[in-house]
C-alpha cells in the first residue's frame, strides 16, 4: 500500500513540477533579462524549495525503494520514473541551483555575462523539462499498471 501512496504522491508532484517549470521558463524568466539581477523575485525560496527541491527529490529516493520492491508490471516503469528524476534531480543540484544563485547574487544592471548565462540556463532547462514530463509519463504509466501489480 504505501508504495502505491508514493507513487500517487510522485505523480502529483511531478506534474506540479512540469507544469510550473513551463510557465516560469516562458513567462518569468524571460521577463528576468531586461532586469537587474538584484530585483528579481526569488521563486526559489519563495516556491520551489516547498514543490520540488525538497519533496520531489524525497519523493523520487522513496520512489526509488518502493520501485525497487514493488512486482509485477509496475516495476520497470516504477524504476524508470525514479531513475530519469534522479538524474533530473542530480542535473537540479549540481548546475540550475548554483547557477541561478550565483546569477541571482549579481549587483547592479545585468550585462552581457549574466544574460549569456540566463540564456544558457533557459536552454538546458529545456532538457529538465523533458526528464521531468518523462519520468512523470513514466510513474503515470506504472500507476496505470499498479492494480494489475496487486
Not at 523575485?41 to 524525497?58: E, S
Amino acid at each position: 500500500m504505501w508504495k502505491e501512496i508514493v507513487l500517487w504522491l510522485l505523480v502529483i508532484n511531478l506534474g506540479i513540477a512540469f507544469g510550473a517549470g513551463i510557465y516560469e521558463g516562458r513567462v518569468v524568466i524571460p521577463q528576468w533579462a531586461s532586469i537587474p539581477p538584484s530585483e528579481w523575485p526569488n521563486t526559489g525560496l519563495l516556491f520551489w524549495v516547498y514543490v520540488t527541491t525538497v519533496p520531489l527529490t524525497l519523493l523520487t529516493l522513496a520512489g526509488l525503494v518502493a520501485g525497487w520492491l514493488s512486482q509485477g508490471p509496475m516495476r520497470p516503469w516504477y524504476l524508470t520514473a525514479a531513475c530519469i528524476v534522479i538524474v533530473e534531480r542530480i542535473a537540479t543540484f549540481s548546475y540550475f541551483i548554483p547557477t541561478m544563485i550565483s546569477l541571482m547574487d549579481v549587483e547592479g544592471p545585468a550585462d552581457a555575462e549574466v544574460k549569456a548565462t540566463l540564456s544558457q540556463w533557459l536552454l538546458m532547462n529545456h532538457g529538465r523539462h523533458a526528464l521531468t514530463l518523462a519520468g512523470w509519463l513514466a510513474a503515470l504509466k506504472a500507476l496505470s499498471l499498479s492494480k494489475a501489480s496487486g
